[in-house]
C-alpha cells in the first residue's frame, strides 16, 4: 500500500531544505503524522495554501523512507474567521501547540482529533473562553487528569508533562 488518505487538522509546520516543509498533522485514523510536502515553498505551489495551519484536510500521502510525501490536499474546513482576529489566532497556535506536545506519533487518539476540531469551531465563530475547556478536556482524554482533580492552572501542568514551556502568546488574556 504505497498511497493512502488521512483526514486531519494541521498543527505545526517547518521549513525542510529549499522548497519544502515539514507538515505536522493530527488524523483521524493514525494519531500525529509529520508528512514532508514538497515544494509548497515554491511561489508558484498551488498546495501551498491549503497546506495552512489550522486547516481540516483530506490528506493523499505516499508512503516513502524519511517521511511519507503529500501528494493531494482538499481542504475540508479553512476555519477562516480565526485569522481575522489576533485573539483568535493566539488562542488556535496555543490549541494546536497543546494538542502537537501531548500527543505521539502514528498512535491513534480519534478523541483528540474530535477535541481539537470542535474547539476550533468554537475559535471560529468566536468563543474564546474554550481553551480552558480544551485544556481540561485533553488533560483528561489522555489520562493526565481525573475527574475528581480540580486544576486551575493548566499551562503549567501542560509544561511539566511535556518537559518545556509553552510558546504560543497569550495575546487573549
Known amino acids: 500500500m504505497k498511497k493512502y488518505t488521512v483526514h486531519g487538522i494541521i498543527v505545526k509546520r517547518r521549513e525542510h531544505k529549499e522548497t519544502d516543509k515539514i507538515v505536522t498533522i493530527v488524523t483521524k485514523q493514525q494519531g500525529k503524522l509529520s508528512v514532508l510536502a514538497k515544494g509548497i515553498r ?28 503529500v501528494t493531494e490536499v482538499t481542504v475540508v474546513n479553512a476555519y477562516s474567521r480565526i485569522r481575522n482576529d489576533l485573539q483568535r489566532v493566539s488562542a488556535a497556535y496555543e490549541l494546536c501547540e497543546i494538542a502537537d506536545i501531548l500527543t505521539r506519533e502514528h498512535q491513534e487518539q480519534q478523541e483528540v482529533f474530535d477535541l481539537l476540531c470542535a474547539h476550533l469551531h468554537r475559535l471560529n465563530v468566536g468563543d474564546l473562553d474554550c481553551l480552558y475547556e480544551f485544556k481540561r ?6 489520562g493526565f487528569l481525573s475527574d475528581e482533580e480540580a486544576l486551575i492552572e493548566f499551562d503549567e501542568y501542560i509544561e511539566q508533562i511535556a518537559e518545556r514551556r509553552l510558546y504560543a502568546p497569550k495575546i487573549y488574556e
Open 42 to 69: 515554491k511561489v508558484t505551489s498551488r498546495r501551498g495554501p491549503s497546506l495552512e495551519l489550522f486547516n481540516e484536510v483530506i490528506l493523499t500521502l505516499h508512503r516513502a523512507h524519511f517521511l511519507d510525501i
Open 137 to 142: 478536556d485533553i488533560l483528561m482524554t489522555l
